[in-house]
C-alpha cells in the first residue's frame, strides 16, 4: 500500500490520513549466549528429554521394542503394559494428568513448562547451539547476515543448514520409531523401501523441526501456542514470575565501577541491555511480565553477571512475586504462600486423578472378553432343545500365548456346545464362535439375561464375565 502524500497546507495529517500496520513486520532475534544457574538447568532438561525421546524406541521388551503403538495392528505397548483401542479412557486420563499438572506448575512458578521443557524451547536451545558453533555469538551472526554474499558466508549458511537438516530429520526418525520399530524403519529408508504414510511423516515431522526451531522460534510462542493466551487467568500475586525491581534498578544509567550510583541519582540497573540481548524472545523485562516471556530466566542469569561484575548484590531481575515486591517480604514469606487456596486445589485434584489411573491399571482384569450376538432369535434343534449363537472376541493381553476356557450360565441348565477351549497368541485378539443350549422348558418366554464367564485354563484365577441375553421363542 502506498504511503499517503501530508496535506498541501502543510497541517499535520488527521487520523484518516494516518497509515496503522495491523501487522508487525518480524524483527529477527539474535540471542546472546549466556551461562548461569538457569542455563545450567535449561541444558539439563535438554539433555533428560532428548535422552528420554530419542532412546525409547531401541529399548527392548522380550522380543518386541519396550514402547511402541503400533496403529496398524491396533495395540499399544507401554514396557509391560499392552492396551488396546477400548483402553481409550488411559489416554484422556494422561491428557487431564498433563492439563492438571501444567495448571499446578503454572500457579506456583508461571511458564515453567515454557521455559524449560516445551519441546519448541527445547530444539531452540539445540538449533541456537548449532548456529553459534557455526556462525559465532550473537555480535558476529549480526555482523555475518548483514554482509553481502561471499564463499566464506555461504560456506557457513550451507553448514549451518546442514546441521539443521541432519538433527531435524533424526527427530523425524525417531517420532516414526514410535510406531514403526525402529529397526525396520531403518532398514527400510537403507533399502529405499519405505512405506508412504512413514515417509510422509519422517519428512514432515523433520520439516516441522526444522522450520519451528531454525526460523519461526519466538514466533511459535508469541502467535501460534495457545498457552500464552490463556495462561494469564492462572497468575495471581503469589505466583512466581521473572520480575525486574524497579524500586531498586530505577533511574537506571551507565556509570563507572568505582562510582558510587547512590551519588549519581541511579538505581542498579546500569542500562547495558544484557537482558534484551540474552532473551529468546527479544523483549524487555524491565517494561514488566508480557505475554511474550516464556520464562527461561536467561534474563535473570545475565543480569547477575552484570551484577557480580559490577559489584552489586544479586537479584535486580529474579523470580518473585507480586505481593513480595509489593509488600517487601522475604524468601520465607514468599514460600509460606505457596500453599494457597487455588494451589491446594490443583494438587489434591492432580494427586486423585493420577492415584485412581494407576490403581485401576494395576487392578484391571488381565484379559478382555466381548459377546456378540450372531442372531436376535433362538432356534429349536434336536430334542426340543434351544440355542442361540454368539460370537466372543478373547484378547490376551498378556506376552505368552494361553488357552482360554468358555462357560455360561444365568439359566438353569444352561451348556455350551462344541469347542470351549481355545489358544490366543501373545497381545491377540481371536474371535471364536460359540452355540449356548437350554433344554425344553428352561428360562422364561422372550430374552433371559445370560453370562459368559472367560477364565485361563492353567489360572482360574485370571478370568472376566461377559454379559448378554438367551432369548427363548414365545
Known sequence: MSAVPPPASGAPPSAADTEVALYEVRRKVYPRSVTGWYARWRWALVWFTQLVFYGLPWLSWGSRPAVLFDLEARRFYLFGLVLYPQDFIYLTALLVISALGLFLFTAVAGRLWCGYACPQTVYTEIFMWIERRIEGDRVARMRLDRAPMSAEKLARKAAKHLAWFAVALWTGITFVGYFTPIDQLLAGIGTLSLGPWQSFWV?????????????????????????????????????????YDRERGEPRGARSRKADPASLGLGACVDCDICVQVCPTGIDIRQGLQIECIG??????????????????????????????????????????????????????????????????????????????????????????????????????????????????????????????????????????VSARVEPGRGARGSNPITFRVEAVDDPSVAVNARSTFFVPR
Open 203 to 243: 519428512l514432515f515431522y523433520g520439516f516441522a523441526t526444522w522450520g519451528n526451531a531454525g526460523f519461526m522460534r519466538e514466533q511459535v510462542c508469541k502467535y501460534m501456542c495457545p498457552y500464552a493466551r490463556f495462561q494469564s487467568v492462572m497468575f495471581d500475586k503469589d505466583t512466581m514470575v521473572i520480575t
Open 296 to 433: 527461561c530466566a536467561a534474563c535473570i542469569d545475565g543480569c547477575d553477571q552484570v551484577m557480580d561484575k559490577m559489584g552489586y548484590p544479586r537479584g535486580l531481575i529474579r523470580y518473585t512475586t507480586q505481593n513480595a515486591l509489593d509488600n517487601r517480604l522475604d524468601r520465607s514469606a514468599i514460600w509460606r504462600r505457596v500453599l494457597r487456596p487455588r494451589v491446594l486445589l490443583y494438587g489434591a485434584v492432580l494427586l486423585a486423578v493420577t492415584i485412581a489411573v494407576f490403581a485401576h491399571l494395576a487392578l484391571r482384569a488381565p484379559l478382555k472378553a466381548d459377546v456378540m450376538r450372531d442372531s436376535a432369535l433362538g432356534r429349536e434343534v434336536e430334542e426340543g432343545m434351544i440355542e442361540n449363537s454368539y460370537r466372543v472376541q478373547i484378547i490376551n493381553p498378556s506376552e505368552r500365548t494361553r488357552r482360554f476356557r468358555v462357560v455360561a450360565s444365568g439359566i438353569d441348565t444352561v451348556f455350551i456346545v462344541g469347542e470351549t477351549e481355545f489358544d490366543v497368541e501373545p497381545a491377540g485378539v481371536r474371535l471364536v464362535p
